[in-house]
């Protein structure tokens, strides 16, 4: 029962994540409303994708109650290769079993599948999936950002409610916080997440998530998932 809501999470966690951001030309005609800023944000991102070749990482999962020492943990080398291919490499383990077998690889396939084909463009975040509005201005780590609303066009387990925190100078995201637009199992209550990104070079990369999910008859447990130690290789 647990490591369906897990799993869950793990899912919704996967769907986020988007072809990293490299940085915006600088404009002195600042965008006016959310629809303007959000137009921005995919502009610049087709063109940053197009600029990666490949990077690698190193991540380390973890599944917790809160306020305990994780259950399980795995840190494995991650490589992207543009457009579409996603790899791992497992370089440690510890915990039970079952959440390696049904969490954490349930991730990592689910997170290969949503960089390619259709997954990719329905978990987008793009105007074809969310609608947007202007909600204000913020600081994330150090840097000014616009703040979006943004809903979904559908229910899909794919898709989630929340903010996204647009950096004003490379118009790419440093930040998004929400829930799934719809659960992704019968077991998840509820499944609030928070993705922080963290420029790296001409890129903006993920830095860490974390996924509080609330569990039908097992009460909460603690996706986290912390990103390091990236070498990145750019198109000339």
């Not at 943990?73 to 992207?80: H, I, P, T």
């Not at 291919?85 to 510890?94: A, G, L, N, R, V």
């Not at 996924?211 to 198109?235: K, P, W």
């Amino acid at each position: 029962m647990r490591h369906l809501g897990l799993m869950g999470a793990a899912v919704m966690a996967a769907s986020l994540i988007h072809a990293p951001a490299a940085r915006a030309n600088d404009d002195a005609n600042a965008p006016a409303d959310a629809a303007a800023i959000f137009e921005r944000l995919q502009q610049a991102n087709a063109e940053r994708a197009a600029a990666l070749q490949s990077y690698l990482s190193r991540r380390r999962y973890a599944v917790f109650e809160p306020n305990h020492e994780p259950d399980a943990e795995l840190v494995v080398s991650s490589q992207y290769i543009a457009p579409s291919i996603k790899t791992f490499e497992t370089i440690s383990t510890h915990g039970v079993g079952w959440i390696h077998r049904r969490v954490f690889k349930g991730l990592m396939n689910a997170e290969q599948q949503a960089a390619a084909g259709k997954g990719k463009t329905d978990s987008a975040i793009t105007s074809a999936n969310y609608d947007v509005e202007l909600v204000g201005t913020d600081s994330q780590r150090g840097r000014d950002c616009y703040v979006i609303a943004l809903t979904p066009k559908r229910r899909d387990k794919y898709l989630f409610v929340g903010k996204a925190w647009i950096d004003k100078q490379d118009f790419a995201i440093a930040r998004l916080e929400g829930e799934p637009a719809r659960s992704p199992s019968f077991w998840v209550v509820r499944a609030p997440f928070v993705r922080e990104y963290q420029p790296v070079g001409r890129f903006w990369l993920p830095l860490k998530d974390e996924t509080h999910s609330q569990i039908r008859l097992a009460g909460e447990y603690i996706l986290r998932i912390d990103y390091a130690n990236y070498e990145i290789t750019a198109r000339n």
